[in-house]
């Protein structure tokens, strides 16, 4: 990227716009580039040549079956960032015929061998997630690599935490890169258990924010 095309980008993750399906291509690039190194999508994902394209395909998987129909996904207008936000009241086990579709998307990204590895990932994550009151679920914030440093991500996360703030609900996380707890605590997260999800995978912090109704 430029130095105009990132200014451009900081601009535009001001005030992200929401995304729809039309934008399902571009917003499946971004998110696979922004997790290219994250360490949780490198202890499941399988580790072949086949993985950049299995973890576009994940990602295309998750936008159109689920964050683009029960969330909110935003984007600067110009791409390079996205954020997926879900309603805690969305959240729970999926129908059978659902997990049916994209069983074959979901092996693809693991492979066999470990498939059982994101199993574990999910299990843990369910039970660890605070689920007795409504609450905003930040499930993905990604910035394409060579934009990341950049201020992007914090001005991704001010406007999805003020529309938070609008509803007077608290918000929740995951981060799976140690790198990115200190961000989150600058805007009032907590964290609120660190666990590991199966034997040698990497740490993940859960993390809380109570509701601050008005900002």
Do not use: C
């Not at 399988?46 to 998987?61: E, G, I, K, S």
């Not at 998307?105 to 009151?133: C, N, Q, V, W, Y």
């Amino acid at each position: 990227m430029t130095p105009d095309a990132i200014e451009a980008l900081r601009r535009g993750a001001e005030t992200p716009a929401r995304a729809t399906l039309a934008d399902l291509d571009a917003l499946a690039e971004d998110l696979s580039a922004s997790f290219a190194k994250d360490p949780q999508f490198d202890w499941f994902m399988r580790d072949d040549a086949r993985r950049p394209a299995a973890r576009l395909a994940f990602f295309r998987m998750i936008l159109k079956n689920i964050a683009l129909k029960d969330g909110e996904v935003t984007r600067p207008a110009a791409g390079g960032a996205a954020a997926i936000w879900l309603p805690s009241e969305s959240l729970g086990p999926n129908p059978i015929l659902t997990e049916l579709m994209v069983l074959p998307t979901i092996l693809g990204a693991t492979g066999f061998g470990r498939f059982s590895r994101l199993l574990a990932m999910r299990k843990a994550m369910d039970e660890f997630h605070p689920m007795d009151r409504p609450h905003a679920y930040l499930w993905f914030l990604g910035v394409r690599p060579e934009a990341q440093g950049m201020g992007v991500g914090s001005r991704m996360l001010a406007a999805g935490l003020a529309k938070v703030d609008a509803l007077g609900l608290p918000a929740f996380l995951e981060s799976s890169n140690i790198a990115n707890v200190p961000l989150y605590q600058r805007y009032g997260f907590e964290v609120v258990r660190e666990y590991r999800p199966g034997e040698g995978a990497p740490p993940i912090w859960a993390m809380w924010r109570d509701a601050r109704p008005g900002g």
